[in-house]
């Protein structure tokens, strides 16, 4: 199971949910508490209008209802502008369970859950997320047809997502060194649980060296054993010189301190939410350090998820690759930071321009 990381921060720094929803511009919010299982939840639909609303069910701690419920709506918008990139007929959404202090019975909480899917009639369908597995998957299963990620259905999008990931470090590493190929490079993969782990093997085999932290010792000794990567403590990553750094353990990571610090050329990695705000998107950009928005390029597991197994499947998420030059290039030719051009783009898919209103993206950063 994933583990969680710290706690989310409470509805701060907009203090009133309305207020983000507004901000944000979700559609619909349903909250529903299940005295029989004590199942807390809550799901957001951010936008529907290009199709039912695809994303992922999160299980963890958090401070207190409020906090759930903002990083639902928060992620939910994140869904909407990562379907709208891929280029996907869903819309984004997002469902939050709050994960309880004892857990008496697991599959008996996530048939709850189905229940509460069920309810929206399909203009929901669940995912996999942080905190859940495809077991849980199953259990939801049970009790409405509008899950992804059961055995039958494509099970853990991990696979995907690293595959997406390393077509988006190829895609930068040509951008930032003249169409460079990626053998040979220097890339540090911090955090290697289900995507980092999978990412580690997709680079090795492309003649890649690997530099790996995880808080997990036993998780990065499997990768130093399996693929050959050189372990460095956690608190450290910032420091190794190397030509991309690989965010895929927690968001929040890099911060305008680490964007000084860091001694790579490009930041791309699977993690939702690497940079703590804008400021770090443009810090980035200062240094001549190419960030590649992370919506854009961890978007492999949703498209596995909205595709099924189908014979396109790997060429569709291939196609990340050509996203992100495009990013890139609107970002060059706006002079803006790639994060918000690439927000930008997905503001001009769904509402036909972009949003010009700084408060929107204050505090509401893409997660
Ligand atoms: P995971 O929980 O399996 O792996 C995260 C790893 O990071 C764990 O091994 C954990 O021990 C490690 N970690 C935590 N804090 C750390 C720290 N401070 N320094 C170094 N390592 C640390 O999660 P998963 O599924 O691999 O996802 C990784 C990131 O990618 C998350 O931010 C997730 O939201 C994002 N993501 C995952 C997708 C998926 O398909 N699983 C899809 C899109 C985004």
Redesign the pocket.
């Known amino acids: 199971m994933?583990?969680s990381?710290s706690l989310p921060p409470d509805v701060t720094p907009g203090g009133d949910l309305f207020t983000l929803i507004r901000d944000l511009r979700v559609e619909r919010v349903y909250v529903r508490h299940d005295p029989v299982t004590g199942l807390d939840a809550v799901i957001a639909l951010h936008d529907t209008r290009r199709g039912p609303a695809l994303g992922g069910v999160r299980f963890r701690s958090y401070t207190n209802g409020n906090a759930a419920i903002a990083d639902a709506l928060r992620l939910a918008r994140a869904m909407s502008y990562k379907a709208a990139l891929a280029g996907i007929p869903y819309g984004g959404g997002k469902a939050v369970m709050l994960r309880p202090e004892t857990l008496p019975d697991r599959a008996q909480l996530f048939t709850a859950m189905g229940r509460f899917i069920e309810e929206l009639g399909g203009r929901y369908v669940a995912a996999?997320?942080?905190g859940t597995t495809v077991d849980d998957m199953e259990a939801i299963a049970r009790t409405t047809d509008h899950v992804t990620c059961t055995r039958a259905g494509g099970g853990?999008?991990?696979p995907?997502?690293a595959f997406g990931v390393r077509c988006g470090i190829e895609a930068a590493v040509a951008e930032r060194f003249d169409g460079k190929g990626i053998e040979g490079l220097r890339v540090v993969i911090?955090?290697?649980?289900?995507?980092?782990?999978h990412l580690a093997r997709e680079l090795s085999q492309r003649g890649v060296r690997l530099w790996v932290?995880?808080?997990?010792h036993d998780?990065a000794e499997r990768v130093r054993n399996t693929y050959g990567a050189q372990i460095v403590a956690?608190e450290e990553?910032f420091d190794i010189e190397c030509d991309v750094f690989a965010?895929?353990?927690?968001?929040g990571?890099i911060d305008k301190a680490a964007a000084v610090r860091l001694k790579c050329k490009v930041v791309a990695?699977?993690?939702?939410?690497?940079l703590t705000g804008p400021e770090v998107d443009a810090a980035l950009a200062a240094r001549g350090i190419l960030y590649a928005p992370?919506f854009v390029i961890?978007?492999?597991?949703?498209i596995a998820a909205a595709l099924g197994v189908e014979g396109r499947l790997m060429s569709k998420i291939a196609a990340i690759r050509d996203t992100l030059t495009a990013v890139f290039h609107a970002a060059h030719e706006q002079r803006t930071p790639p994060g918000r051009a690439a927000e930008r783009m997905a503001e001009e898919t769904l509402y036909g321009a972009p949003i010009e209103d700084p408060g929107a993206h204050s505090g509401a950063g893409v997660a």
Do not use: E, F
């Open positions: 994933r583990k990381g996999m997320d942080s853990d999008p991990a995907y997502t911090q955090g290697v649980g289900h995507v980092g782990h932290a995880d808080v997990d998780a956690p990553i965010p895929c353990a927690l968001g990571v990695g699977a993690a939702n939410n690497p992370d961890n978007a492999g597991g949703l």
